[in-house]
């Protein structure tokens, strides 16, 4: 009697875990992940160093099936607020953006935010009140690259130099923090002083006419030593100092920032004396980031690159294996 009740209640109880689960598979199946929509918003293309920073974001996101939407501004921080609207309104899941220029993007950042976008910053740095308005900054430390080149120089000359500056595009994080770490290292030498300072815009043709125009002004005895605070604008440095007849890298010491392949090719000729890296092959770690943000994870705020400095009896060697 007792037997043929409990019998009947394990198969109650089985036709009622039955019911209960009828029409739903024994597991669930695992939820497949989309593949993520990401923004790019780039500067422009005035260097070799941004050139290889854009192939280096496209060629990770196409190996990791990512759908990237490539934005180039030409160097204007209005067409780069446009193109972060237009990512908000295509609901992409995060934004990448290498800015322009420090200042004026609490407000686009604030949108990305209202509109939960994290927003991964390569290479340039932002000047906002709230650090919540972006995930995280992917970059190398401009000031201790100034500050390397200006260590070199000040060794290279015996502390003793008439320098000018080819500075990088005015607002831009990398020409004031190169400036800043510079003038810090030769702070250190009263016979190194910078005789003329301008804007070349991290280009090749205008530091060109920026070194032509210091040596007008200087004279051949004016200038010892430039300070480029990118190769593409050494190049082009180069090429106004042979023009006037002297020989770069011998008559002008010259060391410039990047440490891209055209750089050691200028020293492997004699004509640059030294180049401090600045690594643009930044796709891996931003979609690295990109990926973690999307997923809620809490990112530090700085993911700071390591460089180093290279000088001409290290070119030949080092070039073999440059991958930009
Ligand atoms: O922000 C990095 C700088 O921008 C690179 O040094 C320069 O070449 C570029 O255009």
Redesign the pocket.
């Not at 605070?229 to 593409?232: L, R, S």
């Given at each position: 009697m007792r037997s043929s009740l409990l019998m009947s209640m394990v198969a109650a109880a089985g036709a009622f875990v039955a019911t209960c689960f009828a029409g739903q598979p024994a597991t669930p199946e695992p939820v497949k992940a989309r593949p993520l929509v990401v923004g790019f918003s780039q500067?422009g293309a005035?260097?070799a160093?941004?050139t290889a920073e854009t192939k280096s974001i496209k060629d990770e996101a196409a190996k990791r099936g990512v759908t990237l939407r490539f934005s180039d501004a030409q160097g204007r921080q209005a067409a780069q607020v446009n193109a972060l609207r237009s990512f908000i309104t295509q609901k992409v899941d995060a934004i990448i953006l290498a800015p322009v220029v420090e200042t004026g993007w609490e407000p686009v950042l604030r949108e990305a935010k209202q509109a939960k976008i994290p927003v991964i910053l390569v290479?340039?740095g932002v000047k906002v009140g709230d650090e919540s308005l972006y995930a995280t900054l992917i970059a190398s430390d401009f000031v201790e690259e100034g500050r390397m080149a200006g260590e070199w120089l000040a060794q290279k000359t015996g502390g003793k130099a008439k320098i000018v500056e080819l500075q990088?595009t005015t607002g831009?994080?990398?020409a004031i923090d190169r400036q800043k770490g510079f003038a810090e290292a030769i702070s250190k030498h009263p016979e190194m002083k910078i005789v003329r300072s301008q804007d070349g815009r991290?280009e090749r043709a205008k530091g060109k006419e920026v070194m032509q125009s210091f040596l007008k002004a200087l004279g051949k005895d004016g200038i010892t030593a430039v300070y480029a605070?990118?190769?593409?604008m050494a190049l082009g440095a180069i090429q106004a100092i042979e023009e006037a007849g002297l020989k770069p890298g011998q008559d002008i010491v010259i060391i410039s920032?990047?440490a891209v392949k055209g750089a050691f090719e200028a020293m492997i000729d004699g004509k640059l004396n030294a180049t401090v890296e600045?690594n643009p092959l930044l796709g891996p770690a931003a979609f690295d980031a990109a990926e973690k943000a999307v997923k809620g994870e809490t990112l530090p705020k700085f993911i700071k690159q390591q460089d180093r400095l290279f000088e001409q009896h290290e070119a030949a060697e080092a070039i073999k294996t440059r991958e930009y």
């Open positions: 500067v005035e260097s160093w941004r290479d340039r990088g831009a994080a990398p991290f605070h990118n190769d593409d920032i990047d600045c």
